[in-house]
Each structure stands twice: as structure tokens, then as C-alpha cells.
């Protein structure tokens, strides 16, 4: 009862839990793009080959114990991959390979022991360096797995895939397209069905998709696709736009800087660009800072350091055509339907938390059709309920439930969340010691909340 969303810019394993009654994801600390506790589960889709591969590697990396070993490694991935590649990335490292894999599965994406190395060979070592430290996080061996793919993937894709999970051990692989696991994942299209469109804003791409979804399509796993549409801009094109104001507020000019060392500090300012963009989902300011340029001086004399507000980030949007292209693009896959007709609207990727698009969104179809609590992990979640058979309409709580403290000293306000949001509903009698233990005076646990 495993759900796949092999992402472009993050991928999310999800398991569904038969005593929770509903999906959770699976990611080991290691992996995730940020330990932070509030951060979501998922492992950014970035893989570090081995290079000088050792004996062991060389005998896990056989056809025949690939599957059946779990000692040596093909390579690094996810956070861990991030860290080691963060200042200088080796020529070993691919920080992407699922637009490859669904396009020319044999184009050389990084080079490893002195040879190229495909995406095919890359996507192979992030699942099977993925499902060997799920697995021993879960104490579960992964033999049936339910993949999502996008509706405009050809066939090829998914055999692709398929043969790649076949190497490291899955047994039994369905597919399912990932407008019908977006919907799932939001308790959409059980019983009623109902026309979605569904809202796609990732890292490196916007999309939306209309589809009609019946229970029957939600039990087979498939859609009637009525019209799509997408632009290449997503959070990874933001992080240029802020790097650029960057640049423009502190006076930097990374083209002065010699040819060995601008590639380095590029990525070191769209590293600061992606941490800011991401604060300002939640903080209303967070504060830019120019990274260390090591031995060549960028700022010489200039702030190293500058404010931005959600509401400039909202503006930069406004200023590159983010919200109008947002409009264009539904209008387009709306072009001949009446959009009182849509029952849902299904927002999914972690961009579609930059601001005003919620709003933007809402404004146009109410919020009674919009879903959006589950930006990263609906498409998972939707995977695993599809392959528990748990295809029925659910109601999901929209909104954090908590504990509101302050500091006796500073006053500060703190928050304890005793049932977070997407929790289905109704909850279990007990559910809140999943998250909150509290104690009386004398430290004896309370038994009732």
C-alpha cells in the first residue's frame, strides 16, 4: 500500500496507514530538503553517483543482488546529495532527471567512473538509494508500488519506469495519472466524481488540467483529459527573479568575477534566493543575505545585506507576469467550458504557495472549490489511497487546530499543534496523542484531553 510521485523537482513516497485510516509520507530525516519539524516529507529528485566505487558498491550495483542487497551504495540523494554539491558540484552530480527519462532515457546527465552516465542510470540509483533508506526507516521491503504519471507522458515513459522498479525490487507496479492522484489526495472523485481541474505550479514548470473523473475512473486509476495547458516558469525561474533584485539592491556583478568562480557564486545566490522565497510562504519579511564570495570582493563597501516583504515578492511576480500568466493559461483550458460546471479545483506544487496566487485563485472559482492544504504531498497521498483501495469521497480538516502559549519573559506567541491540518475527518477518539502528551504537575501523563 505504497504511492509513488516521482517528481521533477521533489519526489514523495507516501504509505497509507490502515489503524490512521489515512495516507502519510515516508522520508528519512537524511534525505529532505530541510529537517525542519513543519517542512513537508519530501526528497528533492537530485542524485550524486558514485564515482570511485569500492567493492562493495561494484557488487550492489550487479543486476541480479541490485534488488536483494542493501549494502554499498550507487549513490547519493536528496538532501545529502544537496549538501555535498552545495559549494562545488561534482561532475558526477544530476540535480534532475525525470524530464529526461520521459523524453531520451539515454541522455548523458552526469559523468561517473570515467564514463557518462544516462538518465536512466540516475533514475535507478535515486530509487533504489531511495527505497533502501525508506525501508529501513518503515522495517517494510517495498514489493507493491502505485506510480503516478503525468497525462501527457507517453507510454514509453511508464514502461520506462516500470522497468527501473522491476531492477530494485517492486514486484507488483501499477500507474496512475497524477490529475486522478491529485483529486484522491484531496478526498475528490470517490463516489460523485465530478469535473477538476487541477492546478499544477512546481519548480520548474506551471500546468492545469481539466479532466473528468468518475468513481469508475478513480477506481481504474484513469481520466478523460477535456484540456490542458502550462508554461516552463516555476519556483526555480522566482529564485532568478530574486537573485536578480539581489544583485540589483547590493550592488553585486557576479559577470566581473573570474570564469572558475562565477558558476560557484551563481549558485550560491539562487541558493539564498529559494531560502528567502521559501520563508516568505509563512514570515510577512525575511532578510536577504550575500553569501561569502570567498577571495573576490563583490560588495566592496555596499550592505551585505537587504529586507524583502511578501509584498515586494508579491510585486516581483506582478512584474514578471506570473498573475497574468496564471489567467492566460486558465483561460485557455477553460476556452470551452462553463466554469461553473468545475466541482473542484485541485491546487498542487510547492509554488503555489508564493503570494497572491491563492488568493488570485479563490477570488476566481470561490473558496468552496478550492483545495489547497496539500500542495506537496496530494499527489502522494492520492498514489496511496489508490493502491489501499481507498478511493471513497473523505473529508479532510482545512485548517491547524493548536495550542496557543506565551513566553512568561519575552511574551512571545508559540504554537502547539494537537491536529494539523489534512487530518481526515472524523478524527479517532484519541488521535491527539499523536502530537501532544501533556502532563499534570506531579508528571503523570493525562489520560483524557
Known amino acids: 500500500m505504497w504511492g509513488l510521485d516521482l517528481g521533477t523537482t521533489n519526489s514523495v513516497l507516501a ?16 534525505l529532505r530538503r530541510s529537517s525542519e519539524p ?7 529528485s537530485v542524485v550524486e553517483l558514485v564515482d570511485d566505487a569500492g567493492f562493495w558498491d561494484k557488487l550492489a550495483a550487479r ?4 534488488p536483494r542487497v542493501t549494502f554499498g551504495r550507487l549513490g547519493w540523494i536528496g538532501g545529502e546529495a544537496i549538501a555535498r554539491n552545495y559549494a562545488s558540484p561534482r561532475a558526477s552530480y544530476a540535480p534532475g532527471f525525470k524530464s529526461a527519462l520521459m523524453s531520451a532515457p539515454l541522455t548523458a546527465l552526469a559523468r561517473a567512473g570515467g564514463r557518462d552516465r544516462s538518465a536512466r542510470e540516475v533514475a535507478r540509483a535515486f530509487l533504489r538509494e531511495l527505497f533502501v533508506a525508506v525501508e529501513a526507516e518503515a522495517g517494510e521491503q517495498i514489493e507493491s508500488l502505485v506510480v503516478t504519471a503525468p497525462v501527457e507522458a507517453y507510454e514509453t515513459f511508464r514502461a520506462e519506469v516500470a522497468t527501473l522498479l522491476r531492477d530494485v525490487g517492486v514486484k507488483q507496479i501499477r500507474f496512475l495519472d ?14 460523485g466524481g465530478g469535473r477538476v481541474l487541477v492546478v499544477d505550479f512546481g519548480g520548474g514548470t506551471f500546468h492545469a488540467a481539466l479532466v473528468d473523473l468518475s468513481a469508475r475512473d478513480a477506481a481504474s486509476g484513469s481520466c478523460v483529459v477535456l484540456g490542458k495547458a502550462g508554461r516552463a516558469v516555476g519556483g526555480n525561474t522566482v529564485d532568478g527573479w530574486l537573485k536578480d533584485l539581489a544583485c540589483e539592491r547590493l550592488g553585486l556583478e557576479v559577470g566581473l568575477a573570474p570564469d572558475w568562480l562565477r558558476p560557484f557564486w551563481d549558485r550560491l545566490l539562487l541558493a539564498e534566493a529559494c531560502r528567502v522565497k521559501e520563508a516568505l510562504h509563512t514570515a510577512e519579511r525575511c532578510t536577504f543575505r550575500a553569501p561569502n564570495a570567498g577571495e573576490v570582493q563583490f560588495v566592496g563597501g555596499r550592505p551585505t545585506e537587504f529586507s524583502v516583504t511578501r509584498d515586494e515578492l508579491q510585486h516581483l511576480l506582478a512584474a514578471h507576469g506570473v498573475p497574468a500568466m496564471l489567467d492566460q493559461v486558465l483561460s485557455e483550458v477553460l476556452s470551452n467550458v462553463d466554469e461553473a460546471e468545475i466541482t473542484d479545483v485541485v491546487v498542487v506544487g510547492g509554488s503555489t504557495l508564493l503570494p497572491g496566487l491563492y488568493t488570485q485563485l479563490e477570488t476566481r472559482f470561490g473558496r468552496g472549490r478550492l483545495r489547497a492544504w496539500h500542495p506537496f504531498e496530494a499527489v502522494g497521498y492520492g498514489a496511496a489511497c489508490f493502491a489501499a483501495g481507498k478511493t471513497r469521497t473523505s473529508d479532510f480538516i482545512v485548517h491547524d487546530y493548536a495550542l496557543r502559549t506565551h513566553d ?39 489520560s483524557v484531553f
Open 178 to 191: 497524477e490529475p486522478v492522484a491529485a483529486a484522491l489526495g484531496y478526498g475528490v472523485g470517490g463516489t
Open 408 to 446: 512568561p519573559v519575552t511574551h512571545a506567541v508559540d504554537y502547539t499543534v494537537v491536529v494539523p491540518r489534512g487530518s481526515r475527518f472524523p478524527t479517532a477518539p484519541d488521535f491527539w496523542r499523536q502530537q501532544l502528551v501533556p502532563t499534570c504537575a506531579l508528571g503523570e501523563p493525562e
Open 63 to 66: 543486476p541480479f543482488l541490485l
Open 38 to 44: 513543519e517542512s513537508p516529507r519530501v526528497v528533492p
Open 15 to 30: 504509505r497509507w496507514h490502515e489503524a490512521d485510516g489515512r495516507p502519510r509520507l515516508v522520508a528519512p530525516e537524511s
